[in-house]
């Protein structure tokens, strides 16, 4: 397959500049790559030309912290509805977390079921993240071999019997195997202490906010900081919420330490203080903090102290929410949101007069190379897998039900005007989303480099 896009807002890597930066030209796709790109179209080529305007053309998304429960839990989200929502989304590559599917990656054969259901089902790019817990040492090896593209590990209760908190013995076994062949830890960071807790009732944000301080990440971050040191391993924090751990970051990156962190869209957007009391929807763990600690937030993306920013989309029925009773301590803990996050966080960076460059690297470059994946590069430069979204960052829209892809009309998202729009969606030149309609699945499984 051969044909070009055209645009007047092509988003390219520029060698002068940190980020990509806004310049017009044509995009040349062949065989699923990028093979050309140039300022005007080319008077000999004989393809089909897309002129879309005005609209930005910009890398595909790539969203590395994904749960999509399958198999198992097909009933608080699936591969299909989940990949569905992701090219509606204008992301092109995602990776699925290996925990609330039953069975949980943990094991080579967990790893071949998924595989048999996203091979039919996927409308985007796959990878997965394997699974480190008590007793599966001698099941790295054979995960890494098959092709997982790192692991998690939990340092406190996962809220799912299948995947068990990994001690610090655990992962002291655990972090060598993995530093040996090169791939990353994932962990969520937060290590159960004290918790001072004012507010008694369990309908109150307050109290759940109180009954997970940031001390719980900051040590937790500590702990997997030294052990990181010990082994030589490369780690990463998932989902930080606590601004108080980015100096430790800051102080473990200046002595060269493998660790990175991500953020999420609810923690960058979203602040304690509008939360009302009872709207259980707005739980997850780490909890989404106060005004002030999501400013700091932002300063560490600006610093590289947070790498990039994924959606961390742990979806589950709206019974498990608990909004009869609006008990936060009972309800399960996640934010639906993959399919929002270009606008929920383009509508921020306006506010805030950040560029799509901004937008560009934090969620798609920085993550593509995070993964160090075949093809997935997280920019417009030639080679590169066709993986492109063209979307409009001036639309403005109320975000409806009617709109979710996702399995679950449960989000905070819900009713908030947003911009920036997304219409078209290519993943290795093939056009799987288009003005609300989806072509596919055409999803593969990604590798790493490395396997």
Request: with cysteine; proline share 6%.
């Amino acid at each position: 397959m051969r044909f070009a896009i055209q645009s007047r807002s092509l988003l390219l890597p520029d060698s002068d500049q940190r980020f990509p930066q806004l310049k017009p030209g044509v995009i040349y796709i062949q065989d699923g790559k990028i093979s050309k790109i140039t300022p005007q179209i080319d008077p000999n080529f004989s393809g089909q030309v897309m002129d879309v305007g005005e609209d930005v053309v910009m890398p595909g998304l790539c969203d590395t912290h994904v749960h999509m429960n399958e198999p198992g839990r097909t009933e608080w989200e699936g591969i299909e509805t989940a990949t569905r929502a992701a090219a509606a989304g204008g992301i092109t590559t995602l990776v699925d977390m290996p925990l609330n599917s039953i069975p949980p990656t943990t094991t080579v054969g967990a790893l071949e079921l998924k595989r048999a259901s996203a091979k039919k089902t996927a409308y985007v790019d796959y990878g997965f993240w394997g699974g480190v817990i008590p007793g599966n040492r001698q099941d790295l090896e054979p995960l890494i071999a098959a092709g997982v593209l790192g692991f998690k590990a939990f340092m406190i209760d996962s809220g799912v019997s299948e995947f068990p908190m990994a001690s610090e013995e655990v992962l002291k076994e655990s972090l060598p195997i993995l530093a040996k062949r090169g791939v990353p830890l994932l962990v969520h960071a937060e290590l159960e202490g004290h918790a001072e807790v004012k507010h008694p009732s369990p309908r109150s944000y307050v109290h759940y906010l109180e009954s997970r301080p940031q001390s719980w990440e900051v040590e937790a971050i500590r702990k997997i900081i030294e052990l990181a040191k010990e082994n030589k391993a490369r780690v990463h924090v998932v989902h930080l919420s606590a601004s108080e751990a980015l100096k430790d970051i800051e102080k473990a990156k200046s002595e060269k330490v493998a660790i990175t962190a991500e953020t999420c869209p609810h923690y960058l957007t979203l602040t304690s203080e509008e939360i009302l009391d009872g709207a259980t929807h707005f739980k997850c763990a780490p909890p989404i903090r106060e005004n002030d600690n999501r400013e700091k937030l932002w300063e560490g993306l600006d610093r590289g102290l947070i790498s990039f920013i994924v959606s961390d989309h742990s979806p589950c029925t709206p019974k498990l929410k608990n909004f009869e009773t609006g008990d936060f301590d009972s309800a399960w803990g996640g934010i639906a949101g993959l399919q929002f996050g270009l606008p929920v966080i383009w509508t921020e960076m306006v506010k805030r007069g950040l560029s799509l460059g901004h937008l560009s690297h934090w969620m798609a470059e920085a993550t593509a190379h995070f993964l160090k994946i075949h093809g997935k590069l997280g920019r417009i430069e030639v080679g590169a897998d066709a993986d492109l979204v063209v979307w409009d960052p001036k639309a403005q829209f109320v975000l409806e039900e009617t709109q979710i892809l996702h399995r679950h009309k449960v989000t905070p998202y819900l009713g908030k005007k947003l911009q920036g729009v997304v219409k078209k969606t290519f993943v290795r030149g093939q056009e799987v989303y288009c003005d609300g309609k989806l072509n596919g699945p055409l999803g593969q499984e990604v590798k790493r480099e490395s396997a």
